[in-house]
């Protein structure tokens, strides 16, 4: 079976922070890189981060660097965006995706149904 399962969504007070967790398929899992997206309202989906299949490269989009961290645990077959230093800018669907091979440049082509994040002033 092929899925993505986000949780930790939720309403924050702008310089909080909130962890979002992805729980991914063997399939989609095993050997691949994973990553973070996010769409808010009227825009068009944005590249947030992501770790490869081996975990020694991220990449984390500007706007993000220094607030946001990716990283996951092979063990429960998951991936993680811990986010801090909230900012309403941050309000957005996240979404966790996966592709096919363990770069984490290319066409991700697995997606979860996405977590809303709402940062409050």
């Known amino acids: 079976q092929v899925q993505l399962v986000e949780s930790g969504g939720g309403l924050v007070q702008a310089g909080g922070s909130l962890r979002l967790s992805c729980a991914a398929s063997v399939r989609i899992f095993r050997g691949n890189a994973m990553g973070w997206f996010r769409q808010a309202p009227g825009k068009t989906r944005e590249f947030v981060a992501a770790?490869?299949?081996?975990?020694?490269?991220?990449f984390h989009t500007d706007s993000v660097k220094g607030r946001y961290t990716i990283y996951r645990d092979i063990d429960k077959r998951s991936v993680y965006l811990q986010m801090n230093r909230l900012k309403r800018g941050d309000t957005a669907v996240y979404y966790c995706a996966g592709k096919d091979g363990e770069n984490w440049r290319g066409l991700y082509k697995y997606w979860g149904q996405g977590t809303q994040v709402n940062v409050a002033s």
């Open positions: 770790i490869s299949w081996t975990g020694d490269e991220t």
